[in-house]
């Protein structure tokens, strides 16, 4: 971390954040994201606090700022925390039921960010949120505005250490917006997985698999009184919202 930097610069969960080596990088909103109040979130909800230097806290870290840059760098070769060169994610992805990772540009095309992590085999008239439907920023204005604090992360668990990393995470926030013509609800809304993240030995990622219930997810998010379209829209339209994340 650059030594350089002030406190309110530094962000001590994820890396390649600030400093002389993010100089050039293109960020979606024009400029590095604000962690601060997802930061609170965190140190306030956490249920383990890693020891400094530990495997725990190192892969937690990893996490962390891998999601930063996929959710908020533009440009493949700001990508950092990981080796480009074959490179896949894949989520639920199950082998023998045929379906594949995805590249950096296949998952892109999904939509990128929260809306690759929401596909779905459900027939839409039974998709709570429908991804087929969503851009990369209309998912990423539905989930921040009905999580303006922010959807903090935990790693709960590590099974396994490098080169194939297997953890147990937590993610969560307080339904303080609406989604998808839901009111909020003010209550906290959890979601368990599981992840693997192989990496080498610079400990870049090469590989990401992730195993979740999404229906965990959308079931706190499908709460709420029904809005309508019109209250709906003016809490999507707030600039304090759209730039949280």
């Given at each position: 971390m650059d030594s350089s930097l002030t406190d309110q610069q530094q962000d001590k969960y994820r890396s390649y954040l600030h400093g002389e080596g993010e100089k050039n990088t293109n960020w979606k909103l024009g400029a590095p994201p604000n962690y601060d109040t997802v930061n609170k979130l965190f140190?306030?909800?956490?249920?383990?606090?890693?020891?400094?230097?530990?495997?725990?806290?190192?892969?937690?870290n990893l996490v962390k700022t891998w999601e930063m840059e996929m959710f908020n760098k533009i440009s493949f070769p700001d990508y950092k925390s990981v080796k480009l060169q074959n490179y896949t994610v894949s989520v639920n992805v199950i082998k023998f039921l045929g379906r594949k990772p995805l590249s950096l540009e296949e998952k892109r095309k999904l939509g990128g960010g929260y809306n690759s992590f929401m596909q779905t085999s459900l027939p839409e008239d039974l998709r709570g949120y429908n991804p087929a439907q969503e851009t990369e920023h209309s998912s990423h204005l539905a989930f921040t505005t009905a999580f303006p604090r922010g959807f903090a992360l935990e790693v709960i668990q590590v099974y396994s250490g490098?080169?194939?990393?297997?953890?147990?995470?937590?993610?969560?926030?307080?339904?303080?917006?609406?989604?998808?013509?839901?009111?909020?609800?003010?209550?906290l809304v959890q979601l368990y997985g599981i992840s693997i993240f192989e990496v080498d030995d610079e400990m870049k990622i090469l590989k990401v698999e992730f195993f979740f219930d999404r229906g965990e997810l959308l079931g706190g998010l499908m709460k709420g009184d029904k809005l309508t379209s019109g209250t709906d829209q003016a809490a999507l339209s707030c600039p304090f919202l759209r730039n949280t994340g």
């Amino acid at each position: 971390m650059d030594s350089s930097l002030t406190d309110q610069q530094q962000d001590k969960y994820r890396s390649y954040l600030h400093g002389e080596g993010e100089k050039n990088t293109n960020w979606k909103l024009g400029a590095p994201p604000n962690y601060d109040t997802v930061n609170k979130l965190f140190e306030e909800g956490r249920t383990k606090i890693w020891p400094p230097a530990s495997l725990e806290e190192k892969v937690q870290n990893l996490v962390k700022t891998w999601e930063m840059e996929m959710f908020n760098k533009i440009s493949f070769p700001d990508y950092k925390s990981v080796k480009l060169q074959n490179y896949t994610v894949s989520v639920n992805v199950i082998k023998f039921l045929g379906r594949k990772p995805l590249s950096l540009e296949e998952k892109r095309k999904l939509g990128g960010g929260y809306n690759s992590f929401m596909q779905t085999s459900l027939p839409e008239d039974l998709r709570g949120y429908n991804p087929a439907q969503e851009t990369e920023h209309s998912s990423h204005l539905a989930f921040t505005t009905a999580f303006p604090r922010g959807f903090a992360l935990e790693v709960i668990q590590v099974y396994s250490g490098p080169p194939s990393i297997v953890y147990k995470f937590r993610h969560w926030g307080y339904k303080e917006g609406p989604f998808k013509g839901h009111a909020p609800t003010g209550e906290l809304v959890q979601l368990y997985g599981i992840s693997i993240f192989e990496v080498d030995d610079e400990m870049k990622i090469l590989k990401v698999e992730f195993f979740f219930d999404r229906g965990e997810l959308l079931g706190g998010l499908m709460k709420g009184d029904k809005l309508t379209s019109g209250t709906d829209q003016a809490a999507l339209s707030c600039p304090f919202l759209r730039n949280t994340g």
